[in-house]
């Protein structure tokens, strides 16, 4: 009688945990489909109001007349582009979480997407006279992979590299063949870095560093893990090595099967 009791017992507890984590796992799936579907909400009428800001920014209809509406609307056009990084953003992580990102895979040039990633993010460089390193292979191979992926995956890099990057300092790209036969991308930089115990935190979603010289730093802290799980779906995987006040570099290995030459081999 007591050994039906216990196993009556174990069953009832296994029928709880197992409700519970469907319960957990439909409340999940509806978090994600309402960020997904509040995103595509958002990004139509920040599209309008950051077109027609531009409009006023260029003063395509004639001079607006007083010199603080073109101070404006400048100030109008980059804070919706921001909320607009943001919300693509949310979107991305979004479908990679609920499995629905599918890779749009054909054949990649590296120093193309590296040329492009680094042209977007030289006037914020620029600004901050931040110097540029870029040091690519010229023996690259061609790789199978999602052009816009690996373009997005880089700029989310780079963008962190030159947010926390002090004035006058430095960030560097570099981009080689390792010794497995793979790729890998490195983004490295000269600023406040991560503390120890904060670096696999950073890999998650919302998440950041906390201290004085990160604060003033606006973010959602979704570009690193946004970035790694890109990588993730193209089979690669992502290394943060970070010292205080030294700089951080991030690597991005894809693994040899993403070379074209050795897929068709």
């Given at each position: 009688l007591l050994g039906w009791y216990v196993l009556n017992s174990l069953r009832r507890g296994q029928s709880r945990l197992l409700q519970s984590m469907q319960e957990a796992q439909m409340a999940d799936r509806s978090k994600t489909e309402f960020l997904a579907n509040m995103s595509h909400e958002l990004r139509t009428p920040l599209n309008a109001i950051i077109g027609f800001s531009e409009m006023m920014k260029d003063e395509t209809f004639g001079p607006l007349g007083n010199?603080?509406?073109?101070?404006?609307?400048?100030?109008?056009?980059?804070?919706?582009?921001?909320?607009l990084d943001i919300i693509n953003d949310v979107l991305e992580l979004s479908k990679v979480e609920a499995g629905k990102f599918v890779l749009q895979e054909t054949e990649v040039a590296l120093p193309i997407v590296v040329e492009s990633a680094v042209r977007l993010i030289e006037p914020r460089a620029e600004e901050k006279y931040?110097?540029?390193?870029?040091?690519?292979?010229?023996?690259?191979?061609?790789?199978?992979?999602?052009?816009?992926?690996?373009?997005?995956?880089?700029?989310?890099?780079?963008?962190?590299?030159?947010?926390?990057?002090?004035?006058?300092?430095?960030?560097?790209?570099?981009?080689?063949?390792?010794?497995?036969?793979?790729?890998?991308?490195?983004?490295?930089?000269?600023?406040?870095?991560?503390?120890?115990?904060?670096?696999?935190?950073?890999?998650?979603?919302?998440?950041?560093?906390?201290?004085?010289?990160?604060?003033?730093?606006?973010?959602?802290?979704?570009?690193?893990?946004?970035?790694?799980?890109?990588?993730?779906?193209?089979?690669?995987?992502?290394?943060?090595?970070?010292?205080?006040?030294?700089?951080?570099?991030?690597?991005?290995?894809?693994?040899?099967?993403?070379?074209?030459?050795?897929?068709?081999?």
């Open positions: 010199e603080h509406y073109g101070e404006y609307s400048s100030l109008i056009h980059y804070s919706g582009e921001h909320l931040i110097a540029l390193d870029i040091d690519v292979a010229p023996d690259l191979p061609t790789i199978i992979a999602d052009d816009r992926a690996l373009k997005q995956i880089l700029l989310n890099l780079l963008s962190n590299a030159v947010k926390f990057t002090p004035p006058a300092g430095a960030v560097g790209v570099r981009v080689a063949c390792n010794v497995d036969g793979g790729v890998e991308m490195t983004v490295s930089d000269t600023g406040c870095g991560i503390p120890d115990d904060q670096l696999a935190l950073v890999m998650r979603p919302f998440h950041q560093v906390e201290g004085a010289r990160t604060r003033s730093e606006s973010g959602t802290g979704l570009g690193l893990p946004l970035s790694a799980s890109l990588v993730a779906l193209h089979g690669g995987d992502v290394r943060i090595d970070s010292k205080i006040d030294r700089g951080t570099t991030v690597s991005v290995t894809l693994p040899k099967t993403r070379v074209a030459t050795a897929q068709a081999a």
